[in-house]
């Protein structure tokens, strides 16, 4: 709970100021945007390379890694933990498409684009599924990796798979900078919020308290 209350307070604040046109921000994104799309214009190969990886990490990539790993948990015998998995990337993914309708932000319109893609800006959709992703696959595997440092080291890879991501949004210039910020602070409460309601149901059975954050959110699956 405390991960929800942290991280809905950038992703609120930057939705209010976003809907309002805060000018200050409005400037600050359209100065990093339009540096980075120099830059990607300068390095032809590199942006090429960012746009093949900024979909092999994309929403859908997530999706069916969540999926497939939901269906080797059901075999398992670990339906509940297979649910949970499953509702939470659905219900984010619903919860982006509803946000970008009600901000309906445009994307970044760029002289010379190096890239495209559909539908409204606000928040971003790539860094939003990593988020879900990453965390989610994290909470599950967490109980698979017995030291400390595998941990510590699992969770800094995931977070820098989603700074990658929101970062080449930007640099491809689909995206605003306040754009992925929101993305990835949305996707962190969506799986802390039902992480949360997962343990509540967990201890309502009667079983150990757990920190999913150390412990994953079903230990007893591994």
């Known amino acids: 709970m405390i991960a929800v209350a942290v991280f809905s307070v950038p992703f609120t604040l930057l939705m209010v100021l976003v809907k309002t046109s805060f000018t200050p921000l409005d400037a600050f994104d359209e100065s990093v945007t339009l540096e980075m799309h120099a830059d990607a214009l300068d390095n032809p190969g590199y942006t090429a390379f960012l746009r093949v990886a900024t979909e092999v990490f994309g929403p859908w990539t997530w999706r069916v890694l969540v999926v497939l790993t939901a269906l080797w948990l059901w075999r398992r015998g670990a339906p509940r933990l297979a649910i949970w998995a499953v509702a939470t990337i659905a219900f984010g993914g619903l919860l982006n498409l509803a946000v970008k309708e009600i901000i309906d ?93 997962f343990e509540t149901w967990r201890r309502a059975e009667g079983r150990r308290p757990v920190v999913p954050a150390e412990e994953g959110i079903e230990p007893e699956a591994f």
């Open 105 to 197: 932000r445009a994307r970044p319109d760029l002289p010379d684009p190096v890239a495209s893609a559909p539908g409204a800006s606000f928040p971003s959709g790539h860094a939003m599924g990593a988020a879900l992703g990453a965390c989610i696959l994290m909470l599950i595997m967490l109980p698979s990796l017995r030291s400390r440092a595998a941990k510590a080291i699992a969770w800094i890879a995931a977070a820098a798979v989603v700074v990658f991501v929101a970062y080449s949004r930007v640099a491809l210039g689909v995206h605003w900078t306040s754009d992925v910020i929101a993305g990835v602070a949305l996707g962190v409460v969506v799986v802390a919020g039902t992480a949360a309601g």
